[in-house]
């Protein structure tokens, strides 16, 4: 286990990797502002925390992160203010 937090190496590892996957793609969105969304992932689970301009905004990043090999479940966590 690695560290405190109930994964495997191999399970911190995935979640690295879809960790630069999913900020790598929100960057590259045009219709997004990535800096505003801080992205955590727990064994394949991506909570995405912070502010997006709309509900459309929102549901491309949950739509975009969904997308990606590994990720078993996205929580939204993100909060609308234009």
């Known amino acids: ?3 405190s937090e109930g ?3 191999g399970e911190f ?3 690295r990797g ?3 996957i ?3 793609r929100l960057i590259k969105e045009a219709d997004i502002v990535a800096r505003r969304i801080n992205v955590d992932v727990h064994k394949g689970v991506v909570t995405l925390f912070g502010r997006v301009r709309s509900h459309s905004e929102r549901l491309l ?3 975009l992160v969904a997308s990606v090999k590994g990720v078993r479940k996205v929580e939204d966590r ?3 203010r234009p």
Request: proline share 0%; aromatic share 0%.
């Open 1 to 3: 286990m690695v560290g």
């Open 7 to 9: 994964r495997t190496v």
């Open 13 to 15: 590892t995935d979640d």
């Open 18 to 20: 879809i960790h630069a």
């Open 22 to 24: 999913v900020k790598v």
């Open 61 to 63: 990043a949950k739509e």
């Open 78 to 80: 993100l909060l609308v």
